[in-house]
């Protein structure tokens, strides 16, 4: 299992896929491309059509159009027992007659591997997920998290070059989750298989990714890096889904290379202008502005929303405050540690620089589906 | 010291088993009555309805017949009967729920209406008094228990461990027999055993399709009582018992054990 060779992984190709299920169709025209060796995750709200795409990919079910590739041949009609994919299940999905021992050595056992050879494997994948010690275990025996792993390990022990894990972590509380993302991450880098990875937890895919493609109504919106998602997003939805934002919406004018908005008497100025005739959103991120007092010196290129403090959340590492504007919008402000303190009902000043402001086009759909 | 309600509640569950065990537990004494009458409470003591139960090639090869008959028809209704509930589980509901009442119909039909339209057909067919005659009818009389045995394993069953199988490369035939088999067997297992019994001591199907030369075992007691009132029913009545208790116990002490791990 850390023979190089055959730890490669596979590359998928998937191009034009569309998938329909009697007259609902799950996936429209989706092409992704995924390297070998890459931690891609899908992410998306519940119905986007991510998990679907992982069901093509491991053969549980059959493109409608399209092609699908996997290590540069077409896999269009191969089950999934001829696939050679290890799947992870967020159930876990143990048999619950076999020990975990018996379990892990199951694949083995259908390639024809006995004795001393499966056995050395099966100890080998255990070592991995650190259960040597469970494998005379029944998984009935075991906690939800201790499954999951045996799980993983049975899914890597004949040296899939692809490994799909559809929420593995889904049904686990928050700090067992956090400490299995770091796991998986491990594994990962020691292996070199190409991981494929189905979540709605946004900030889980940006723990564990290369890539990540995200899905809203059957389409993919976005593929890119966790930077590229958060700074440069190419929708409202993606802006939305990944991290916090603070949304504004007002009448726009285009004046050379800027973009100004007016929400009520207040006007703010964005570096950047649209192409197209696409009606505009601005989006600020949480970090990206900073709270004032009424009155404070206006630096060069700030714009300022003045509003009411209606939240305002000790984090620890910070503060996070909900800012109701004018217009009644709320904004989002992250302060770093020793910063000015504000209470609720504080009146106070959203400041944020021209250059920190993501122009995008409106999609009225990217709010309701969030919802 | 404990309470007046439990004391009266003790006596009635008392109350209960000794009726429902009552007649059962008349037959043992019986047994060994040294007269040749069926009166209750029996006089003296004597083996000899035993002696006769093992002897007389009467009883004995009645006896065997309904072994043999049972057995097929408990492997023949388990394999149809588990079929039957893999395509009830898992066709459309609607259809599954159409096939199912269909399937059961043997239990719900009065047996006498089955005995005749069976003994009907069978005089056509030559197959009155012969073996497949009863296996034929016995099974189509077990199916049911079989189906409804099974159907409830296979619904508390979790398809995605079939899912699971396959991706780790296991194929239909290799997945049901590592994974979907194992984990419905008990109750495949007690689906066999109901239709075992079914068969051992079915009654009325069996008077209209019997023969002198092919009798089963119920048929013989039946027989045997109507004739000439002989205690060797009860002898056997109390080997039936025996067995079934044993099996029982058995099937308990598995049980058991299972619950454990």
């Known amino acids: 299992m850390h023979d190089p060779k055959a730890a490669t992984g596979a590359a998928i190709d998937i191009s034009k896929a569309c998938k329909r299920y009697g007259r609902f169709t799950a996936l429209k025209d989706i092409d992704l491309h995924i390297r070998p060796g890459e931690f891609m995750t899908l992410l998306g709200p519940s119905g986007s059509g991510k998990t679907t795409t992982l069901n093509l990919i491991a053969g549980f079910t059959d493109i409608t159009s399209g092609t699908l590739e996997i290590g540069g041949k077409s896999v269009t009609g191969l089950p999934s027992h001829k696939r050679n994919i290890g799947v992870v299940f967020q159930h876990y999905a143990l048999f619950p007659h076999m020990t975990v021992g018996k379990n892990v050595a199951y694949p083995l056992t259908l390639r024809g591997l006995k004795g001393e050879e499966r056995d050395r494997r099966v100890r080998r994948a255990l070592d991995m997920v650190k259960m040597a010690d469970f494998a005379h275990r029944y998984p009935s025996e075991l906690s939800g998290g201790q499954q999951q792993r045996v799980a993983l390990a049975r899914a890597l022990v004949f040296d899939p070059p692809l490994l799909l894990m559809d929420e593995p972590l889904g049904a686990l509380d928050k700090k067992l989750r956090e400490w299995l993302q770091l796991e998986i991450k491990r594994i990962h880098r020691e292996l070199g298989t190409t991981f494929v990875y189905v979540t709605h937890d946004q900030e889980e895919a940006l723990v564990l990714s290369d890539r990540i493609a995200v899905f809203n109504g059957g389409r993919i919106e976005q593929i890119g890096t966790g930077r590229e998602l958060y700074d440069r997003p190419a929708t409202l939805f993606v802006g939305r889904f990944i991290g916090e934002s603070t949304v504004l919406r007002g009448k726009t004018q285009v004046c050379g290379d800027q973009t100004v908005m007016t929400l009520g008497e207040e006007t703010i100025t964005a570096n950047a202008r649209l192409a197209g005739g696409a009606q505009p959103v601005m989006l600020v991120r949480p970090e990206r502005a900073v709270l004032k007092r009424p009155g404070a010196e206006v630096l060069a290129g700030e714009n300022r929303l003045t509003g009411n403090v209606v939240e305002a959340i000790y984090l620890g590492s910070g503060s996070k405050y909900e800012v109701r504007l004018a217009d009644g919008t709320t904004a989002i402000v992250r302060s770093p540690l020793g910063a000015a303190d504000f209470a609720i009902g504080d009146a106070a000043e959203v400041a944020f620089a021209s250059q920190d402001i993501i122009l995008l086009p409106d999609d009225a759909s990217a709010d309701v589906t969030l919802t | ?261």
């Not at chain 2, 439990?6 to 000794?18: E, K, P, Q, S, Y």
């Not at chain 2, 019986?30 to 040749?36: G, H, T």
């Not at chain 2, 008959?69 to 039957?84: C, E, K, P, Q, R």
């Not at chain 2, 009798?215 to 067995?243: E, H, M």
């Open chain 2, 1 to 261: 010291m404990p309470s007046f309600p439990r004391i009266l509640l003790g006596l009635f569950c008392l109350l209960v088993a000794i009726l429902l065990l009552a007649p059962t537990l008349v037959v043992i004494p019986m047994s060994f009555n040294e007269n040749k009458s069926l009166a209750f409470p029996p006089v003296g003591f004597s083996w000899q309805w035993y002696e006769n139960f093992f002897s007389n090639p009467d009883w004995t090869t009645s006896f065997v017949n309904s072994l043999i008959v049972a057995t097929i028809v408990a492997v023949l209704a388990t394999v149809l009967g588990t079929l039957a509930a893999f395509g009830v589980t898992r066709a459309a509901a609607r259809t599954g729920g159409l096939l199912r009442a269909l399937l059961i119909t043997p239990m719900v039909v009065p047996g006498v209406v089955l005995a005749i339209g069976i003994y009907a057909v069978y005089l056509d067919a030559h197959l009155v008094g012969t073996v497949t005659g009863f296996v034929l009818a016995h099974t189509m009389l077990a199916i049911p228990f079989v189906l409804i045995a099974v159907q409830a394993s296979l619904e508390v069953f979790d398809r995605r461990l079939e899912t699971a199988a396959a991706s780790l490369g296991a194929g239909r035939l290799t997945v049901f027999r590592t994974v979907t088999l194992p984990l419905i067997l008990p109750g495949l297992l007690s689906g066999a055993l109901f239709a075992f019994i079914t068969s051992f001591d079915e009654v009325i199907v069996a008077l209209f399709i019997t023969s002198p030369y092919l009798k089963t075992l119920p048929v013989q007691i039946y027989a045997s009582i109507t004739r000439d009132a002989d205690p060797t029913v009860a002898a056997v009545g109390t080997l039936l018992f025996l067995a079934t208790s044993l099996i029982i116990i058995a099937g308990l002490l598995i049980g058991m054990r299972r619950g454990r791990t």
